[in-house]
């Protein structure tokens, strides 16, 4: 599998307002550099070992994406070069990033991770709490976070039209934050969802991020 071939084909597709982000967890240091040298600088890793073990060895301009769960005795090893972390799902979290990002002199843009698949899932946030994080003295007083808009992801059915209403809530969801807390704020403006096998449906449904990793390295080796 052509790594630069598919990211070139994907980039053909991708309207000019999404921004890919290749997913290169359990991905080799030479085949991030391939993409890397296909012109790609937004990577996305799931785990804080695996990503920090690999940022020292690639160039300095890729911008990092936080995409998996983060545990917030964990923070404090990305957030000296972290770009944007997609999976915040507490105010617990959220404080710790943004202790993190104030002693690096540095303000982390984040996603809050709403939990919308119609499957069990751990993580995610509803609207109530999102609104609580929101209207917190705590949220109030952060000057080193900035929210940047919404992810989440849909259920792994084969039943399209499921995935297809699981989007287009989230998309509700960050249409609703925006005009309750973000309508002055031309930063929020992002919407993360969609991965391999249902990115075409997510951006018919308004994802300006895409997070795509097999369609571009094939199927992963899991040791």
Known sequence: MCISSNIKSLRSYLPDHVKLVVVSKTQAVESILTAYNAGQRIFGENKVQELIEKQPRLPSDIQWHMIGHLQTNKVKYIAPFISMIHSVDSLKLLNEINKEAGKNKRVIGILLEFYIASEESKFGLCMEEAREILTSAEYQNMSNVRICGVMGMASFVDDTSIVRSEFKTLKQ??????????????YFTEISMGMSGDYKIAIEEGSTMVRI???IFGERNYL
Do not use: M, P, V
Request: net charge negative.
């Open 213 to 215: 990793g097999t369609a």
């Open 173 to 186: 969801y960050f249409d609703s934050l925006k005009i309750e807390f973000f309508s002055d704020k031309e």
